[in-house]
């Protein structure tokens, strides 16, 4: 009897532990922070960049959106960078490949105003662009082609890396300055100091400045960027050999 007792007893303190463990381990899991997948975390970090820049994202900030602790994020991501790395994956092959003609220097100018027009319509990609040497995997397709083109258009590779970057330079000023007046247009308030701020004591130093003064805008309005980039293009493929 004395053993049944026992044996009674220690089942209904083993009962007892069982149940106030699994409460326990209800608690536990009850208090854990919701578990996030990576494409939670990268497209915080676009939603960041594009209503508030590129510099608004950090580790912190994008745990916060996501409901989660800064430590939690490393288990995706290594650091910021590989971050922002991580939100151009994939975007260049949201956008169909252009047919492409055969001539080469067609070809380079294809392609440059083809890199134009998609960045044109997510802005936002600018902005991680611009810190360097983060760039999209399913992008190069574009560099290569131009460096390729214009090899066939007789350009030595180093001449045609740097054809690449000129135009790439371009493309990437007249996207930063598109923004910009497009950032500037939506505040009414915002009076634009140039070139409202010449006046005709300039014209002797500033003849030209001061002579398109007054129909400044209308003409920038009229820039076409095909247009300049054919005639950098040509510019760059007669530094042949």
């Not at 055969?102 to 662009?129: F, Q």
């Not at 915002?190 to 004591?201: G, K, V």
């Not at 209308?218 to 530094?239: F, M, S, T």
Request: with cysteine.
């Amino acid at each position: 009897m004395r053993v049944q007792k026992l044996t009674s007893d220690n089942g209904l303190v083993a009962g007892k532990a069982s149940t106030e463990g699994r409460a326990e381990g209800r608690k536990r899991t009850a208090g854990r922070p919701p578990r996030i997948a990576a494409e939670q975390i990268v497209e915080a970090a676009r939603r960041i960049i594009r209503e508030e820049g590129v510099e608004a994202v950090s580790m912190r900030r994008v745990a916060k959106e996501v409901g989660a602790t800064p430590m939690a994020l490393y288990h995706h991501v290594r650091d910021k960078d590989e971050l922002l790395l991580l939100t151009l994956r994939g975007m260049a092959a949201t956008f169909p490949r252009p047919d492409l003609p055969g001539d080469p220097r067609a070809r380079v100018l294809a392609t440059a105003v083809h890199m134009y027009t998609i960045l044109s319509e997510v802005t936002w990609v600018v902005d991680v662009l611009s810190l360097g040497d983060l760039t999209d995997k399913d992008a190069l397709w574009m560099p290569e082609e131009i460096i390729d083109s214009a090899m066939a258009c007789g350009l030595t590779p180093e001449q045609a890396l740097h054809a690449y970057r000129t135009i790439w330079y371009v493309v990437y000023g007249a996207l930063v300055f598109h923004r910009a007046d497009t950032r500037r247009a939506a505040d009414p308030d915002r009076r634009p100091f140039f070139p409202d701020f010449l006046t005709e004591e300039d014209a002797e130093a500033l003849p030209r400045m001061t002579e398109l003064a007054g129909n400044w805008e209308e003409l920038k309005a009229g820039y076409d960027i095909a247009e300049q980039l054919a005639g950098v293009v040509d510019g760059l493929l007669r530094q042949r050999g």
